[in-house]
């Protein structure tokens, strides 16, 4: 068996993919790298398959017909092979320093009793001109090196939201809870870091910048004008976390966790009003609406805890002055991260 599974999702992604891939390597034969054909129509397929026959001990190549990111990562959980499983974007690397001291982590919780559920490492933003411009960190949350329960966890920072550059789930959890992922929607990586938390009873924190998330792509899914040409995806996505647990389910896990939890989907929503009102449309409005009648109708008592928290009582405002504000606080949010 092996100690960890990367799986790397990839559509169309020959120009950028080797270094993904590359990133990985140094891991040695205790890791398994699923690359995902999704349906490319480039040169990805070949180049998965000379990494396949080159590394045959190390990378495997699934070749399926295009069903999105979810789908990708679907198809990595079934097929890996390795006690930990954890999502590599092709477009993104890891930190190949980090990764060492990551396996040999890993490796101190392999045996049955000292296995882990959640692993959580820092990351930092890359940007086309320069690597690391800003890390974020988890050190407030968990002690390192050091696998805790929710209950001993710190309380959350509205900014340290878990992305899914952060998570590395035990493979078996997220096949025992029948985790699948919705194909051609976009967004769904914040299904894969909501839906198993609840599962979760032990987490480890790695304090490294094991991940680096690249942004400043005209045509990533991440970049402004493609967000609002997919908003009925946002809206979905927020729609399908809120709608996975009631109020009453949420409130059956320890406090720090229904905490984060809450504050998880009332940044997502945040996140989802602002983009809707970025188009200053109508249409826009209706969206926003839907999400918080479809909320409301699911459970009552989750949408007014929903409505209590800051950021969910930020999202919830539908007048212009809560409108503007709330587009202006993400507009302050990604210039930070860029000038950083």
Same mark, same amino acid.
């Given at each position: 068996?092996?100690?960890?599974?990367v799986t790397i999702p990839c559509y169309n992604?020959? #120009?950028?993919? =080797?270094?993904?891939?590359?990133?990985?390597?140094?891991?040695?034969?205790?890791?398994?790298i699923l690359i995902i054909d999704d349906g490319s129509t480039d040169d990805t397929g070949a180049i998965a398959d000379e990494y396949a026959r080159r590394y045959p001990h190390i990378v495997r190549v699934i070749h399926q017909e295009n069903g999105g990111h979810g789908e990708g990562i679907n $198809?990595?959980?079934?097929?890996?092979?390795?006690?930990?499983?954890?999502?590599?974007?092709?477009?993104?690397r890891l930190d190949e320093r980090c990764l060492p001291d990551f396996m040999d982590l890993l490796r101190e919780h392999a045996d049955e009793k000292t296995r882990v559920d959640l692993v959580v490492n820092d990351y930092v933003y890359d940007r086309p /001109?320069? *690597?690391?411009?800003? %890390?974020? =960190?988890?050190?407030?949350?968990?002690?390192?090196?050091?696998? +805790?329960?929710?209950q001993d966890a710190g309380r959350f920072l509205m900014?340290? $939201?878990?992305?899914?550059? #952060?998570?590395?789930? %035990? &493979? *078996?959890?997220l096949r025992d809870m029948n985790l699948e992922l919705p194909r051609h929607v976009f967004y769904e990586d914040n299904l894969y870091i909501y839906r198993p938390l609840p599962y979760t009873k032990t987490v480890l924190y790695a304090p490294y910048?094991?991940?680096?998330?690249? +942004?400043? =792509? #005209?045509? $990533?899914?991440?970049?402004?004008?493609?967000?609002?040409?997919?908003?009925?995806?946002?809206?979905r996505i927020a729609e399908e976390m809120c709608c996975s647990y009631r109020w009453e389910e949420l409130c059956r896990q320890p406090r720090n966790l229904r905490d984060y939890m809450l504050s998880n989907i009332c940044g997502y929503?945040? &996140?989802?009003?602002? *983009?809707?009102?970025?188009? =200053?449309?109508? /249409?826009g409005r209706k969206?926003? %609406?839907?999400?918080?009648?479809?909320?409301? #109708?699911?459970?009552?008592?989750l949408d007014r805890h929903i409505r209590r928290h800051p950021l969910g009582w930020a999202a919830s405002r539908e007048g212009p002055l809560g409108r503007s504000l709330i587009v202006l606080c993400y507009h302050l949010v990604r210039s930070f991260i860029h000038v950083n």
């Open positions: 068996m092996k100690l960890l599974t992604s020959a #120009a950028y993919m =080797r270094r993904a891939v590359d990133s990985v390597l140094p891991g040695g034969d205790e890791i398994e $198809q990595g959980i079934r097929h890996a092979r390795g006690l930990y499983f954890k999502t590599l974007d092709s477009d993104d /001109e320069k *690597q690391a411009v800003y %890390r974020i =960190r988890y050190g407030r949350m968990f002690p390192p090196g050091k696998p +805790v329960s929710w900014g340290n $939201q878990f992305m899914i550059h #952060a998570v590395c789930y %035990r &493979t *078996q959890l910048p094991l991940y680096g998330y690249f +942004v400043g =792509r #005209a045509d $990533q899914s991440t970049s402004p004008d493609v967000i609002l040409k997919r908003l009925s995806n946002v809206e929503l945040c &996140t989802a009003s602002a *983009q809707e009102f970025m188009t =200053r449309t109508e /249409e969206l926003h %609406r839907k999400m918080f009648d479809t909320i409301r #109708a699911f459970d009552p008592e």
